[in-house]
């Protein structure tokens, strides 16, 4: 498994970052989430989960079942956007419906538990392109281009690239382009990829690492 390659390419981002984590259907998604953790731990970092419709859950049981070692994972606070399944600390929860998110109130749940030095995943946010009207849709995407910049947290969001390819309108297009970052997880010959699509680092761009 990939260690001190990965380390590097994660030890170059910077506070006020919203990277965008691509995936395929056929990747192991839940080891994103593990190494990143493992990674915030080692670094010393915080660590701030939001978790949209229950996918929080999904990947603790999926880790649990491939033998990954989840020991603390039930202590990481967690902003519940959506869903009814708890795992983690909950600290605060924001419904979904026909009117999107509610990011004032987002901003009062996370911004005492956030710091320079936090490292926020986004799980499930594509789900949210699955049940919201392009209207909506729009909106939040520009809700979350209002956070780029903000130097209390780094977000990462781990999205399924094929959930979003079937939206059409270009919302995926315009959420790379609101991304300060982008990385891309995919099969490949030698194993599980992790590529750099977009940086403002010309040393990072196109790196790849193997990561099982």
């Not at 990939?2 to 970052?17: F, N, T």
Request: charged content about 25%; hydrophobic content about 45%.
């Amino acid at each position: 498994m990939a260690g001190k390659e990965l380390d590097k390419i994660l030890s170059l981002l910077r506070p006020g970052e919203t990277v965008l984590v691509e995936y395929t259907q056929d990747s192991p998604s839940e080891l994103l989430l593990w190494l990143l953790v493992r990674w915030a731990r080692d670094s010393g970092l915080s660590i701030l989960i939001d978790d949209v419709l229950d996918t929080f859950p999904e990947v603790l049981a999926r880790l649990e079942v491939l033998g990954f070692d989840v020991s603390g994972f039930d202590e990481l606070p967690v902003v519940k956007i959506g869903g009814s399944r708890n795992a983690g600390r909950v600290i605060g929860t924001i419904d979904v419906d026909r009117h999107s998110i509610d990011f004032r109130y987002y901003e009062k749940i996370y911004t005492p538990v956030a710091g320079g030095n936090t490292i926020n995943p986004v799980l499930g946010f594509h789900k949210l392109f699955m049940i919201l009207t392009d209207r909506e849709l729009l909106r939040l995407i520009r809700n979350v281009a209002g956070f780029v910049g903000r130097k209390d947290r780094i977000a990462l969001y781990l999205v399924n690239s094929d959930v979003i390819a079937s939206k059409p309108g270009g919302f995926g297009a315009l959420f790379r382009e609101v991304a300060t970052t982008v990385l891309a997880f995919y099969p490949s010959e030698s194993g599980y990829t992790l590529g750099v699509m977009k940086t403002p680092r010309k040393e990072l761009l196109g790196k790849e690492v193997v990561i099982l």
